[in-house]
């Protein structure tokens, strides 16, 4: 026949032909039928009440046996109810892809992770924040230019009648030279679009 008793602290059933006592928190001896709402092998004895019901989360908070924090939640695991880490609810990104985390109940983050989000695919993380890299920056600064080098290209064919041509071609050149600029491509100073550029057709 099973029986159970209280060792350390939690219920712990046995396989005997003699039946052992159950202490209760009352110190009165019970027996295994007794047992009910929840309370089973392995639960705590501080989580039950005189009469061996399990109480509830909301009970054990409210009496100060369990206490939950910023980021915790209370669950029942094997028996007994437990405080555990809950993040499901925050966001967090691994730092070495940018690849969002899913979070089970009872992980947490740790270092190779960031509440930041990566909204450029092609950041890295460096010195605690999401980065392009010089070359990444360049190439983009390089490709917006020649953009804007083809939007003009029509205004400096010689057979083509613009105004303050000039003026573009000076335009045209500081574009160019902007690779020059001693903060590039971390900070650029772009060159302002010359007035005129119409055709002149008097």
Do not use: C
């Amino acid at each position: 026949m099973q029986s159970i008793e209280i060792l350390d602290g939690k219920i712990v059933a046995h396989y005997s032909s003699s039946e052992l006592p159950l202490p209760r928190k009352g110190g009165e001896v019970k027996e295994i039928d007794d047992l009910t709402n929840g309370a089973v092998v392995g639960t705590l004895v501080s989580q039950i009440d005189e009469t061996g019901r399990l109480l509830d989360s909301e009970e054990l908070e409210a009496n100060g046996t369990l206490t939950k924090g910023e980021n915790e939640t209370i669950v029942y695991e094997d028996g007994s109810y437990v405080v555990k880490a809950d993040y499901t609810s925050k966001h967090y990104w691994k730092k070495e892809t940018g690849i969002p985390i899913e979070f089970q109940i009872g992980d947490t983050p740790d270092d190779t992770m960031t509440d930041v989000e990566k909204t450029d695919g092609q950041a890295v993380w460096k010195n605690g924040a999401w980065v392009l890299e010089n070359d990444v920056l360049a190439e983009r600064i390089r490709e917006e230019r020649s953009r804007i080098l083809a939007d003009t290209d029509h205004m400096i064919l010689p057979d083509v009648p613009i105004k303050n041509k000039d003026g573009i071609l000076r335009y045209r050149q500081e574009l160019r030279d902007i690779t020059l600029q001693e903060t590039f491509p971390r900070s650029i100073e772009w060159p302002v679009r010359p007035q005129g550029g119409q055709y002149d057709i008097s």
